[in-house]
């Protein structure tokens, strides 16, 4: 099974994607969690997607589907897996649709999860991030352990730099400008379910397994 989960920075793609992925049994590939290890790493391409995540804007298309084309080709995705964060424009978008239908594995749905604007400043704002496992927190929603620690792994916990104030309506713009559009693309592709994203991380996840039953 391919499936998308599409929204807005902060719209609680990370936070849903593991138990989706899970009842799926494909992989969750989240390009934004592959990026930020490569900059933990200093590699390559961690220096060159650094500049444009520190900016809030796109790494170029050519290096993000190269990337997901080899994340695919790894044997845990031989029978799928959840995207997150990708497709975030529509050149990618018009990349991986052929992609897909050329391994045989068409895309088959996708979750819109819908959050106003305000709610997306607020929730990413709060954020928390572990530096070891990437779990997430919210200040005030899903704080972490006790002096920052992640409840997961026991790593420190913290404010991703992209989730500064400033940068974080820089990504929004982004969004509006290049990642929106996309969901035209997706919708002439296979069935998108508009899901209410706001409410409690639960209320979310059962409107989710709504729409995608196991
Ligand atoms: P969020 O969880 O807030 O939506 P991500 O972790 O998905 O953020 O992405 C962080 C950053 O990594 C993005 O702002 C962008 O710079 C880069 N990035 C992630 N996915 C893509 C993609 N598909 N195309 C281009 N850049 C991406
Ligand atoms: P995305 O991956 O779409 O960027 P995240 O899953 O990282 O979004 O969620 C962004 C922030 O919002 C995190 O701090 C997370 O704990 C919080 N969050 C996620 N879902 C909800 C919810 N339903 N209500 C309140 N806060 C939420
Ligand atoms: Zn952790």
Excluded at 27 to 44: M, S
Excluded at 112 to 138: E, I, K
Excluded at 188 to 195: I, M, R, T
């Amino acid at each position: 099974v391919v499936a998308v989960l599409f929204g807005p920075p902060g719209s609680g793609k990370g936070t849903q994607a593991a138990a989706l992925a899970a009842r799926l049994g494909v992989p969750h590939v989240a390009t934004g969690d592959i990026f930020r290890k490569h900059l933990a790493g200093n590699t390559d391409l961690g220096q060159l997607a650094k500049s444009y995540m520190s900016a809030g804007k796109l790494v170029p298309d050519e290096v993000t589907c190269k990337l997901v084309a080899s994340r695919l080709g790894e044997p845990d995705a031989a029978n799928g897996g959840l995207f997150d964060g990708f497709p975030r424009s529509v050149a990618q978008a018009e990349w991986l649709l052929p992609f897909l239908s050329g391994r045989g594995q068409p895309l088959e749905v996708a979750v819109n999860l819908v959050v106003p604007d305000d709610q997306v400043v607020t929730r990413l704002g709060g954020r928390r991030t572990c530096t070891s496992c990437g779990a997430t927190y919210h200040v005030a929603h899903a704080p972490p352990g006790p002096g920052d620690t992640c409840t997961r792994c026991g790593a420190t916990v913290i404010r991703r730099p992209d989730d500064e104030d400033a940068v974080i309506l820089q990504r929004l713009q982004t969004y509006h400008a290049e990642t929106a559009p996309v969901l035209g693309v997706l919708r002439g592709a296979a069935p998108v379910h508009d899901v209410v994203g706001t409410g409690t991380i639960d209320a979310v996840a059962e409107r989710i397994a709504r729409v995608i039953p196991a």
